[in-house]
């Protein structure tokens, strides 16, 4: 027989048990639907969130790090005032290393990054407070690309300017009408840094003559406000890491310290004076007695009156946290990654993310085709029964055919097509409800969307091509082994016995 | 061109064995009609299933142009039984669901005939047997004696050199019954197709050429 005529003789049959056929073509339906499904959402889910992570560049970009295996230029760095050592070790980040990167083939566009120092945000006229986690970038740098949910974008010359993340927003109710923050002030909050103070804003005060702990204590619970106005609210929804951004150049500001010291060159000089003074006392001392009156005596250097405001740049003395780099093409950045490395930092890329997100993802698509595929093992034993029972059925007819010239291997393939016929009929049936369902629950997403807050739906119902081949493969699949026992048992029929069967 | 040489068939029946077929010989010639007659439980339709390659006996030998088809593969003896072999039964055992032109064209279908060349000669059958108008009604919209002519036509379809009807007649009034035995008769005649009928009906076993008596399996 030829293939044709296998499908036509599987229809002919179907057509003599019209419920039998629908019901068991529904039970593999069914299967293959909450196969779908799950499979579908998790492809979904999974390309929504690569997507977004794609339309902020993520993919493009690269970070650079310190490698705390590399060799420090410059060990004096090491030192105990920061708190956070592994920032000390490796090489530094500074505007060598920015130009650096930036020269590297295929490399776009650079900025610096720097975790801001300040450890709370609010809203002025708020009392709740955030953790501040705001970042500092170089806003004419073309490396992000953040989208907006109100407001404007930084530019180079903002100073006190601030783009605030949705939880910001969100914190203060802002959900439904971020464009109302916009103008509005924040307010980034800082331990006292007992007696430095950034470089924006008032000067510290000048130690009293005498300074003693109690007072340095003061300076320290005194703590630092400084006022950010609001130019932009972030839209973060995706990868809700409710950061705020400001340009680097304040951040250089607010990250440089200021404080009252004794100078120590002025000291000196001080001192060295004050010796050449005794010196010319003691010679023109009377009597020797008089002369030795010269020897020490406090020089009245050390005082208050020999302070002096100093200033720190920390990014002159640490250098960045860390450097973006943007790549022009998605396929280079492993290997801009490896020129970067090769210089002596750590290198960071979305390809690591996304590495291990597809791993959760397997993970999760696997149980859920467990789950799925436990429907089609209940489906397939439904196949079985339906084919045992046209093998009866049908055993005169399995005899006709033999005594009309129907090799054994025939009569196997005609009940293993009908089988697998069914299978394939189960698993188009279930792609179509499937596929008009996601159509439905994407019209609902659409209208009742916004309540769903985070969640990128827009794939969902999104069905690959390679799923819905996978599908159909394997519903007929299932068919097709489902399918086996009773079309052996049908071909190992003697025909002699099944004509005469009643 | 049939030749039996010493076939012999076993059943096995509550640890008893009963001979279907004890050491039988037999040669059928080309163009042959021949009655096989005896009571029930004789061997009859045995016989006649060895004949067409339906069954194999459990002992002797079966040559069909001097060939032994109790040797050949399953492939073989279906082929064999496909293109030189047409059974009539006496329940019909037409496929409910098919029109009498489908089910003329089942054994063209597993010869794996063109489909035009399949209509062409299902068609030509059922004209031959008398059922060209009826040819697309389904089985249970047609009278006995139609329905064993479309048996009739399917055991034509390959131009097969053999026809084997187990009591052709005995679901069949006898006038319809008789229509049936003239049809057959006029096949063995015209286009010299060798006929073996197994039959109860003293009237048809007169009309064939040679009658073969069987007993407890043994030709008397």
């Not at chain 1, 180079?156 to 439904?176: E, H, L, N, P, R």
């Not at chain 1, 090799?407 to 179509?432: D, K, N, P, S």
């Not at chain 2, 439980?41 to 006649?48: E, F, I, P």
């Not at chain 2, 109860?200 to 064939?208: E, T, W």
Request: some cysteine; overall charge neutral.
């Amino acid at each position: 027989m030829r293939f044709f005529d296998y499908i036509w003789t599987a229809l002919k049959n179907f057509s003599r048990q019209k419920v039998r056929t629908f019901l068991t073509v529904m039970a593999i339906t069914v299967g293959s639907l909450s196969l779908i499904l799950m499979m579908s959402i998790i492809v979904g889910l999974r390309q929504s969130i690569i997507d977004a992570f794609k339309s902020m560049g993520a993919f493009n970009l690269v970070t650079v790090t310190r490698d705390p295996n590399a060799t420090n230029d410059n060990p004096q760095l090491i030192t105990a005032s920061n708190n956070d050592p592994s920032q000390e070790e490796g090489r530094k980040i500074d505007d060598t290393t920015l130009a650096a990167v930036k020269k590297i083939p295929n490399v776009v566009d650079v900025t610096p990054i720097v975790s801001v120092w300040a450890k709370t945000i609010r809203l002025e006229g708020q009392d709740k407070k955030m953790w501040s986690n705001t970042m500092a970038y170089k806003p004419e740098s073309n490396v992000f690309n953040l989208s907006l949910l109100a407001g404007r974008n930084l530019n180079s010359s903002d100073m006190d300017k601030i783009v605030v993340g949705t939880q910001f927003a969100q914190t203060y109710g802002y959900t439904g009408n971020p464009q109302e923050l916009v103008g509005k002030k924040a307010i980034l909050s800082y331990d006292g840094g007992g007696g430095s103070v950034p470089d924006w804003g008032p000067l510290p005060q000048k130690p009293p003559e005498n300074a003693d702990k109690d007072w340095w204590d003061s300076q320290q619970k005194k703590g630092i406000n400084i006022e950010a106005e609001i130019v932009g609210v972030v839209d973060d929804r995706t990868t809700d890491n409710g950061q705020s951004y400001i340009n680097i150049a304040w951040a250089r500001r607010l990250m440089t310290n200021v404080y009252w010291k004794n100078d120590d060159e002025a000291r000196k000089q001080c001192e060295i004076n004050f010796q050449q003074e005794q010196e010319i006392l003691k010679q023109q001392a009377a009597s020797k007695q008089d002369a030795e009156k010269f020897d020490g005596g406090n020089s009245g250097c050390d005082s208050q009156a020999s302070m002096k405001i100093f200033k720190e740049d920390n990014f002159t003395k640490n250098g960045y946290g860390s450097i973006i780099a943007k790549v022009n093409d998605e396929k280079n950045v492993e290997a801009t990654g490896e020129a970067i490395s090769k210089m002596g930092y750590g290198v960071t890329t979305a390809k690591n993310m996304i590495d291990q997100m597809n791993k959760i993802f397997t993970g999760i698509s696997l149980l859920l085709g467990v789950i799925g595929g436990i429907s089609l093992f209940v489906a397939a034993i439904g196949i079985i029964n339906t084919m045992v029972m046209a093998t009866f059925e049908r055993i005169r007819e399995i005899g006709v055919l033999r005594a009309c010239g129907a090799t054994r291997v025939t009569i196997r393939r005609i009940f293993m097509y009908e089988a697998a016929f069914l299978g394939f009929c189960g698993g188009v049936l279930g792609l179509i409800i499937s596929i008009a369902l996601a159509q439905i629950a994407k019209l609902l997403i659409k209208k009742f969307g916004a309540d769903l807050g985070n969640l990128p739906l827009e794939h969902i119902g999104n069905f690959p091509w390679w799923l819905v081949i996978a599908v159909i493969c394997f519903t007929t699949f299932v068919g097709l082994i489902s399918g086996l026992y009773p079309a052996v048992k049908a071909s190992r029929l003697n025909p002699v016995d099944a004509i005469r069967y009643e | 061109m049939i030749e039996l040489k010493g076939v012999t068939k076993i059943y096995e029946l509550g640890g008893e064995k009963i001979y279907a077929l004890d050491n039988v010989n037999l040669d059928v010639e080309q163009g042959d009609f021949i009655a096989i007659v005896g009571p029930s439980g004789s061997g009859k339709s045995t016989l006649a299933n060895i004949i067409g390659g339906l069954d194999i006996p459990d002992a002797g030998q079966v040559l069909v142009d001097g060939k032994n088809i109790t040797e050949i593969s399953d492939e073989d003896l279906s082929a064999f039984r496909n293109r030189k072999v047409g059974f009539i039964f006496q329940t019909f055992n037409l496929h409910p669901t098919y029109t009498a032109l489908e089910n003329v064209m089942i054994p063209l279908m597993l010869a794996r005939v063109s489909l035009k060349d399949r209509r062409k000669r299902a068609t030509l059958c059922l004209r031959v047997v008398g059922l060209k108008d009826r040819m697309n009604h389904l089985p249970n919209q047609l009278s006995g004696g139609q329905r064993q002519r479309v048996c009739v036509a399917r055991a034509l379809a390959n131009n097969p050199q053999i026809i084997i009807a187990d009591e052709p007649t005995g679901n069949l009034d006898s006038k319809k019954g008789g229509e049936i035995v003239e049809l057959l008769k006029s096949l063995n005649k015209q286009s010299g197709i060798t006929l073996i009928v197994i039959t109860h009906d003293q009237s048809v076993a007169k009309q064939a050429g040679k009658i073969i008596s069987l007993r407890d399996g043994q030709i008397t």
